[in-house]
């Protein structure tokens, strides 16, 4: 698949995996693979992993690996496409697992969004998100035109059930105790790059695109 490499984001919840990762759908031709996407789908659906995730999803618990590594199989073939992995790996042993059951023989680069986690439960308790169009939204730094609607599909707009400060909180404390291990194995693997997320979306997208040496921006673009 030429020579893109394909691209591993992690990063806290609201560290912007989600935002960026949008940028680089719509202008560089990447595909977007969110585990957390795919999880609210099957919860969505009401199917009977959706049942069976859905108490660990909502409390902020972390779904068992096997469970989220089939579910990543069944919706992204690396050898049709240059994909973002957004939200998997989550821990070191799925990191051994995509790299041996996705990205064998593949191109990659890891980029970790690194935030100071004090700023992340203002972000994500404003957080507000379309499923069918999978725009972001927050309520402070990027409302959408009309209150309570998609700009893009005029979908009403959703706030995630593990949104609440008590659950992200967890979410934080599932993070800290799990990413430096990850952040070790990447750097062992020479193919980490660290992105300081604490700033503008709009200047993380141009340190994203210079640490990825992707060119052609487009800075018209909100997003
Ligand atoms: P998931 O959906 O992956 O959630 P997460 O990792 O907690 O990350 P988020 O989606 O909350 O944040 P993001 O980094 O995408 O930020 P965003 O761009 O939206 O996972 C949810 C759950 O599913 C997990 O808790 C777990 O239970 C389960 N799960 C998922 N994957 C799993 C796995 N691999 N193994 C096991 N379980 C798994 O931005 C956040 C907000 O901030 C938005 O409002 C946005 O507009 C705003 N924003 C973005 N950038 C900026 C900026 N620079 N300045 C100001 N605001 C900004
Ligand atoms: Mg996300």
């Known amino acids: 698949m030429g020579r893109q490499p394909q691209l591993i984001f992690l990063g806290a919840p609201g560290s912007g995996k989600g935002t960026q990762a949008s940028y680089l759908v719509k202008n560089f031709g990447y595909k977007h693979v969110s585990t957390g996407d795919l999880l ?108 309570g609607v998609c700009d893009v599909s005029g979908e009403p707009l959703v706030h995630r059930k593990d949104d609440t400060e008590a659950v992200i909180r967890n979410r934080i404390d599932v993070f800290k105790s799990t990413i430096d291990e990850m952040v070790e194995f990447y750097k062992q693997k020479q193919v980490l790059k660290v992105i300081d997320a604490n700033t503008d979306e709009s200047i993380i997208r141009e340190n994203l695109l210079s640490a990825l040496a992707l060119n052609g921006v487009n800075n018209d673009l909100p997003y």
């Open 40 to 147: 609210r789908a099957e919860i969505g659906k009401g199917s009977s992993l959706g049942m069976r995730v859905k108490g660990i999803i909502d409390a902020g618990h972390l779904v068992d690996d096997m469970t989220v590594l089939e579910l990543l199989k069944a919706n992204c073939d690396t050898s049709k496409g240059h994909f973002i992995f957004d939200g998997f790996p989550r821990t070191l042993n799925q990191a051994k697992l995509l790299d041996e059951h996705l990205l064998r023989g593949c191109t990659t680069q890891t980029v970790y969004f690194k935030i100071d986690l004090e700023v992340l439960v203002q972000r994500i308790t404003n957080r507000r998100v379309a499923p069918k169009s999978g725009m972001i939204y927050n309520l402070l730094s990027h409302p959408p035109k009309r209150p």
